[in-house]
């Protein structure tokens, strides 16, 4: 049975890979496994049939015979303990691997995303100008704790792992800020986990379904 994921039928984010099924796109491609999509309009996350798969209405999805997923870094940590190519083959380096996934979604991501929002949300509001710097600064202090552990090293803890592939996902919604260029060497992390072959071809399948759908 092939897998299926969910995806939006037409991304906001105009097809930059910035949604979340493209983590699972590009865990799929690096382990070599051929998957579906089905494609969701807004409307469609919010149906009883897909809140059954997702509690909270969201993409991306993940099925595989009897077994039904959601949350992507849960869906890549799958992957990644079914099909070889993403974890180490020893078991405390795996235990790391997995520990960078974690700190990519619950140390760096939560601080990215806040700034984000409020550069999107409130932009308007007259405490804007004095928040925004505050954020800026937590972001600074994440990036500059990340850039001291990954060194000159190509990845954070030995061969490329599900660990990369998460942080490099958080990283990229940073990608031509000032706060990425203070650090030479996330800028190049992040430019390689981009130039991976799995991450091109996850990249040009969810912009083509944004190609396809302003086509349409
Ligand atoms: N923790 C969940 C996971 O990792 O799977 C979060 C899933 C999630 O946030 N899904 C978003 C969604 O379905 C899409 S990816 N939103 C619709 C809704 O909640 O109704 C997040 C996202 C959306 C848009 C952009 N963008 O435009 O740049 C970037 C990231």
């Known amino acids: 049975m092939t897998i299926t ?39 469609a996350m919010k149906t009883p049939a ?24 849960a869906i890549v940590l799958h992957i990644a303990e079914c099909y070889p190519g993403l974890l180490p083959g020893d078991a405390n380096g795996r235990a790391r691997a997995i520990a960078w996934m974690f700190a ?22 007259s405490w804007y100008e004095l928040r925004l710097p505050i ?7 994440r990036l500059r704790q990340l850039s001291a552990h990954l060194g000159e090293a190509d990845w954070l803890d030995g061969a490329f792992s599900a660990g990369d592939l998460e942080m490099v996902s958080v990283l ?11 650090h030479p060497n996330l800028s190049a992390y992040l430019a390689r986990g981009e130039a991976r072959p799995a991450y091109q071809r996850a990249f040009a399948a969810q912009l083509a379904v944004f190609t396809a759908a302003s086509a349409g």
């Open 5 to 43: 994921i969910t995806a939006f039928e037409k991304s906001p984010d105009r097809g930059r890979g910035l949604a979340r099924d493209m983590r699972v796109r590009w865990a799929l491609e690096e382990v070599g496994e051929p998957y579906e999509v089905r494609l969701l309009s807004f409307e």
């Open 50 to 73: 897909h809140l059954a798969l997702q509690p909270f209405g969201q993409i991306p999805t993940y099925e595989d015979g009897d077994l039904a997923l959601f949350e992507s870094a």
């Open 104 to 125: 990519a979604v619950t140390t760096m991501e939560p601080v990215v995303v806040e700034r984000e929002m409020a550069r999107i949300f409130e932009r308007g509001e």
């Open 135 to 141: 954020l800026e600064n937590r972001v600074r202090t």
């Open 172 to 182: 990229l919604r940073l990608k031509g800020s000032d706060l990425l260029a203070e």
